[in-house]
Structures are given as C-alpha cells and as structure tokens.
C-alpha cells in the first residue's frame, strides 16, 4: 500500500485538523463536519495526482484549448456515520462520480471491551473495472475498512482503490497494509500513535460519528 501522509508538508490543512482534535472547537458540529468535508477536498486534490488523464480539445470563445482531464470511472463509497461530510469534500471535487453507501459500526456482544464490525447496509452501483474511492474519516484498528471491502466484493472488483482518512493509527495502517492490494493508496492527513483500551485513536480526536451528528444509543 502506497500511503500519502498530508501532514510530512505544512499545509493549512494543520488548522483544520487541529480544530477537530481540539474539544472545545470540536463541540460545534457544524464546523466539525465543515472541516472533515475541507479535509476532503483536500485530500480529493492530492489524490488526483494519481489519476489518468486524456487530452480534450476544450471549444472557449477565442479558440480551442488542449486540456488534459480525469478520465476514470470514479465511485466514491463512504462508511456511515462518519464518511458523510468526508463523503461531500470528495464529491465536491469528482462531482461526476458515481456514489455508494455502507454502514459498519461496533457492535459490543458482551459487557467488555470487545467488539465486531457489523456491515449490514449497502447501496452500491457495479465498482467492476472502476476507480474506489473509500472514505471514512477514522482508521482505528482498521477493521471497518477490512469488513467494509469484504462486503463491497459482491459489486465487482475495482481497477485501483484510494482510501481516504483523516486520522488513522499506526496498528490500522499495519492492518490494511496487510488486507488490501499492493497497489492501494491510502491518502491520510494525520497519523497517530497508538489505540487505547477501546480501541479510540490516542490522541485522535474522540468519536466521529458522535461528534458530526449526536450521540447514538449502543444495541
Ligand atoms: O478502524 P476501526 O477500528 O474499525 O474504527 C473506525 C470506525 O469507527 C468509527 O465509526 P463508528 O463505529 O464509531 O460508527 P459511527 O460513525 O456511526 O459513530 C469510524 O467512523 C470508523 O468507521
Ligand atoms: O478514535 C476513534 C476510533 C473509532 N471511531 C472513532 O470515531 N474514533
Ligand atoms: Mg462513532
């Protein structure tokens, strides 16, 4: 896996991560949610690095100008809750690309700290021979990602896949390094250290699901 770290260049993307760790700042949703969607965009630049262009001949009022554009089949999959402002950073850039939506989240069978990845809603087009884009904004132990992609198979088999996340840490990059194809991107704007107990990003920024929409009662 080819991972792409924004925070190695000084960017103006540092204020819009440090004000979704900071838990004052973090408290107003709405701004929350703006700066997971900037981060998007962001990321959505960088990653366009690594498309494929053909040249289009582009009619303006004085002439014909060469221009080369994105010629893949993009489909941007987010991971709900979370992924729905990252979601629209991305799509805001790749405004033609198809769009898919999964559901996972941590379901606790016990009273302790354990816990598995259900992946029970999916609304998906073909991603047969296609570019993924798929997006959430935190990679803890990396097993949304894992399970998220297990169950995406039954759409077809992408061409290339980009994963996109704001924070993740290192024990989940080890994981999707480990589960995903040699050639994958990962584009990630910040890097931490370490899980604790329940597995939250140290020092993260908390719940994102959470912290976007509202607490949730745990079933
Ligand atoms: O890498 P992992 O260990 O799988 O953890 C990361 C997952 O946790 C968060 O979702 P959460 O389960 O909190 O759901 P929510 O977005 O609905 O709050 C986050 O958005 C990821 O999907
Ligand atoms: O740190 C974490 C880990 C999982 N999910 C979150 O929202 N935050
Ligand atoms: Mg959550």
């Not at 690594?50 to 987010?78: F, H, M, W």
């Not at 979370?82 to 979601?87: D, F, K, N, R």
Request: aromatic share 6%; with cysteine; net charge negative.
């Amino acid at each position: 896996m080819h991972v792409h770290h924004l925070l190695n260049n000084n960017s103006i993307a540092n204020k819009f991560i440090a004000q979704l760790r900071d838990t004052k700042i973090q408290q107003d949703r709405m701004r929350f949610r703006k700066n997971i969607e900037r981060l998007g965009e962001i990321l959505s630049y960088e990653l366009s690095n690594k498309l494929q262009y053909t040249t289009r001949d582009i009619t303006t009022p004085l002439g014909i100008a060469k221009v080369d554009l994105p010629a893949n089949e993009i489909v941007i999959c987010s991971i709900l809750r979370a992924g729905i402002p990252l979601h629209n950073g991305i799509l805001n850039y790749f405004d033609d690309a198809e769009n898919s939506f999964i559901s996972a989240y941590r379901h606790h069978p016990n009273e302790d700290e354990e816990f598995e990845i259900k992946v029970e809603y999916l609304a998906s087009p073909s991603i047969n021979g296609k570019t993924l884009i798929l997006a959430d904004p935190m990679l803890a132990t990396g097993r949304s990602f894992v399970n998220v992609m297990q169950a995406l198979k039954q759409m077809g088999t992408p061409k290339e896949i980009h994963l996109v996340a704001v924070i993740g840490a290192e024990e989940g990059l080890k994981l999707l390094d480990e589960e995903f194809p040699q050639n994958t991107h990962l584009w990630i704007a910040a890097i931490d250290p370490k899980l604790d107990h329940r597995g939250y990003i140290v020092p993260g920024l908390g719940d994102a699901g959470d912290l976007c929409f509202g607490t949730k009662k745990q079933h």
